[in-house]
């Protein structure tokens, strides 16, 4: 039999190559053509790295394409496989190289229709979930809200961000993350999906592409925050055996102050960062373990703990003195508000049985309020609550904030300018706009 007339066996999957069909548990799988091709061409070399170069001339013969679309069809294959890029089990990235097909492959004989003892073990959650599937193969959009606008709406019971000025500050394919404006606004970080894991870019606002702060290492750099100077950026890494880095804007000066960490949180005045040794990203079911909120000097790396607990997100209030998170209530998944002064001692809870998931809490840059996310209502987005920024105790009940999305999160504003703001949406969620 030729390459392409051959029957291969991998997981539950059975490829066809000849009738350009994929079976999965004798069910036809759908897909398109040019993803079916790819397959092809990867199975066939399985064990083999496949450049680059090779697949986008087999796919586009002939055609100039940009790289992006070989990026944007191995991601869609990933996804109807059910593969994960940071634990493949069927196709895995060679940097700067291309992909190999990493999965037990076998050729059927005639006749054959399945390999027995050769299916797919149930795949194991990933030891690091950087997000929800909902935004699996989305693009970040970015909120910018006027100030004729954000004013106009403050004092009403319902803050409308939605009537504001909305500006897309990305558009490239796959996912986008942790957004960060600079200071003075004129700029932001985030953290993009590459071929070798998530990196660090800082773009312009208004420009169309951003400058990889992170690409020496093969692996994960994500959840960048700005300092309050906008010289330097704080990061979460897994390079070195991970924790917390910081480098300057102009790629120069990378170190690591904390063998630990996550979701790095500057200080008012840049000296210290606050962080979580809780990992999640996201709200899920509640879990146990040691964790904590911590405090670490930029310049000596010193640390000191000020909350034991499963807690994570930690935000700096703007006058220094209270440190804001969200935490587990219960065993049940119930994830609550609260904020806990700096020197450490008793947490004020801020928003407790609101909605089932409560996180992501933000200051104001006037530290009069407190905005969350929320599933209240059933949809995932902005809330905020009054608050006394010296006791950290609640002014009042929590008020929704519109947005044009129905799926909001990681709210940030610029520390000069209150008009400026950054939150992350699924590209799907504006669309038709």
């Not at 990493?102 to 959650?125: I, M, Q, R, W, Y």
């Not at 939605?162 to 897309?168: E, G």
């Not at 420009?207 to 979460?236: C, E, H, M, W, Y």
């Not at 009054?386 to 947005?403: A, H, K, N, W, Y």
Request: net charge neutral; hydrophobic share 35%.
């Amino acid at each position: 039999m030729t390459p392409r007339t051959k029957r291969f066996a991998f997981g539950p999957f059975i490829l066809d190559g000849s009738e350009r069909v994929l079976m999965r548990e004798r069910k036809t799988v759908a897909v398109p053509p040019k993803i079916l091709e790819l397959l092809l061409v990867l199975v066939e070399s399985h064990g083999h790295v496949v450049e680059k170069s090779t697949l986008m001339d087999t796919l586009w013969p002939g055609t100039f394409v940009e790289e992006s679309n070989l990026t944007f069809s191995i991601r869609k294959l990933r996804k109807i496989l059910g593969d994960d890029t940071h634990q493949p089990q069927f196709i895995e990235t060679v940097p700067k190289r291309g992909y190999r097909f990493v999965a037990e492959t076998t050729v059927l004989s005639e006749g054959e229709d399945e390999v027995t003892g050769n299916d797919l073990p149930t795949k194991a959650l990933p030891k690091r979930s950087i997000a929800p599937a909902i935004v699996a193969a989305a693009a970040l959009v970015v909120g910018v809200a006027a100030v004729y606008a954000y004013f106009a709406y403050r004092r009403a019971a319902v803050v409308d961000w939605s009537l504001a000025q909305n500006v897309q500050l990305t558009d490239q394919r796959g996912p986008e993350y942790f957004p960060s404006l600079a200071p003075d606004g004129s700029s932001f970080v985030y953290a993009a999906e590459t071929e070798a894991g998530f990196d660090v870019f800082l773009q312009r606002v208004g420009a169309r592409s951003g400058v990889n702060l992170t690409a020496d290492f093969a692996g994960n750099d994500t959840q960048p925050t700005f300092s309050p100077d906008g010289q330097k950026i704080a990061f979460r890494s897994d390079r070195d055996g991970g924790g917390i880095f910081i480098i300057g804007t102009l790629k120069e000066n990378l170190r690591r102050v904390s063998d630990f960490g996550y979701h790095p949180s500057w200080s008012p005045d840049g000296r210290q960062l606050a962080v979580s040794t809780f990992e999640r990203d996201r709200i899920t079911v509640s879990t146990r373990g040691d964790h904590g909120i911590w405090l670490i000097n930029v310049d000596s790396g010193e640390k000191r703990e000020i909350y034991r607990g499963l807690a994570s997100f930690p935000s700096w209030s703007p006058n220094g003195k209270r440190i804001a998170y969200w935490y587990y209530g219960n065993r049940s998944g119930q994830s609550d508000i609260a904020t806990i002064p700096v020197e450490g001692g008793e947490p004020v809870t801020i928003v407790k049985g609101f909605g089932s998931l409560n996180w992501n809490p933000v200051w104001s840059p006037d530290g009069k309020f407190l905005y969350f996310v929320t599933n209240r209502g059933g949809n995932q987005g902005f809330w905020r609550v009054r608050i006394d920024e010296e006791t950290g105790r609640s002014l009042g009940e929590p008020e929704p904030v519109r947005t044009p999305s129905n799926f909001s999160r990681h709210l940030n504003f610029s520390r000069r300018f209150e008009d400026d703001l950054c939150a992350e949406r699924p590209a799907v969620e504006h669309s038709g706009r």
